[in-house]
């Protein structure tokens, strides 16, 4: 099992988060949602991990054992760095599952993306979001094409594309962080330890 993350630069990623912390520290805040997103994947046993970036010199902090960090090429788009990054997989492991995982999963319990793959059971699947419009993982068959369709409305657009929706609960897998409410509700769910670090700092500031 290998996984892509796709990460933009982290000074403009995640607009609509921004007032969540300081304006100086939303790069950190971006960093650690990823970081922590990032140990929990491995920490679920996924072999390799490909983080493709618009700036990879602004995320190479990520890198770790089991974690790659690639520059993105083309267009710019979610979509085209996925495709990037499953055909540097596929190029070393043709029979092999391929996913696309969000970086902005801070409370992800290993325990629960282990259970996610094991669900999906080598088929192409999905797992919506919390508001069951968007897609926080998406699993290609085992040497079958990803074939991302991320962007507005990207559950019913896997669904229709033939992934199967994951039916598990796995609150942590689906709560993506993209507003300041949802970094709330994912410190309810609790967070890893480099986010945690940043908003308990914010806090005492």
Known sequence: MSLIVPMKQPRVGKSRLRGAVADRDHPALVLALAWDTLAAATAAGVRRVLVVAADPAAVSGLRRPGVEVVGERGPGDLNSALRQGAELLRAEDPGAVVGAMQADLPALRPDELAAAFAEAAGERAFAADAEGTGTTLLLSAAGGPLDP????????AHAGSGA??????????RRDVDTPADLRQARELGVGERTRALLCAQEVA
């Open 164 to 173: 199967a929706p994951l039916r598990l609960a796995a609150p942590s897998l």
């Open 149 to 156: 369709r991320f962007g507005a409305g990207s559950a019913r």
